[in-house]
């Protein structure tokens, strides 16, 4: 069946870059996503890809996709205080979203 | 543009008691999907309205039930309460037709807690 993994933790100095990796295993998924939760909050869509592309940007932002290993990154450059939340990547699976369990970035000054 | 609404955004109820959650979408767009978030289970699909007609379910029983109004309102019903039911509803909207069909986006949630 469908599985979408992340590493739980990550902690990074403020000022410096986070990479945030997921793996998926559904082949066929046309869309990949990144939405991040802050606490008692819901999700927040922050960025998705296309399965046809390798990689977008947007401002601080940058997703990675490695079809062939089925490998999703995300980077966010200067990563601030306000960057502290759970990051969920989610692969689309015949119309509804997978996600994987969810990355917790901590930002330390 | 105002976003996803979902109200109430806090529920106590105890057990066997029924719950009525709702879920106002992005102005334009038709499709709410359904989603449980518990600290055990992640994030599981529930199910997913189009058009007034569910077009996909996920794996939970029969006690969730949901709906969708001429207006693209949504509800979801969960009947006959467990402990286990206990946990943060999330409601997403798309246009659910076309190239941005895909492109779900959230409301904050009605956090539920059964006792």
């Known amino acids: 069946g469908e599985d979408v993994e992340q590493s739980l933790f990550l902690s990074v100095r403020e000022g410096d870059s986070s990479v945030i990796n997921c793996t998926y295993t559904d082949s066929s998924s046309t869309y990949l996503y990144w939405y991040k939760q802050e606490p008692g909050a819901g999700l927040q869509l922050l960025t998705y890809i296309f399965s046809n592309m390798d990689m977008k940007q947007d401002q601080r932002l940058t997703v990675l996709l490695n079809k062939k290993d089925k490998h999703l990154s995300l980077r966010i450059a200067d990563t601030q205080t306000g960057d502290s939340a759970i990051y969920f990547c989610?692969?689309?699976?015949?119309?509804?979203?997978?996600f994987g369990t969810g990355t917790r970035l901590q930002v330390f000054p | 543009k105002a976003g996803v609404t979902q109200t109430p955004r806090y529920l106590i109820k105890t057990r066997g008691q029924q719950v009525t959650l709702s879920c106002s979408p992005i102005?334009?767009?038709?499709?709410v999907s359904w989603y449980q978030q518990t600290p055990g289970q992640g994030l599981q699909f529930l199910f997913e309205y189009f058009s007034e007609t569910q077009r996909n379910k996920g794996n939970f029983p029969g006690r969730f039930s949901g709906r969708q109004f001429s207006n693209s309102r949504s509800e979801m019903n969960v009947s006959t309460l467990e402990l286990g039911d206990s946990a943060l509803y999330l409601c997403?909207?798309?246009?659910?037709?076309?190239?941005?069909?895909?492109?779900?986006?959230f409301g904050a949630g009605t956090r539920l807690s059964v006792l």
């Open positions: 102005s334009g767009h038709r499709s």
């Open positions: 997403a909207s798309s246009l659910g037709q076309g190239a941005s069909k895909n492109i779900q986006y």
């Open positions: 989610a692969e689309m699976d015949t119309d509804k979203l997978i």
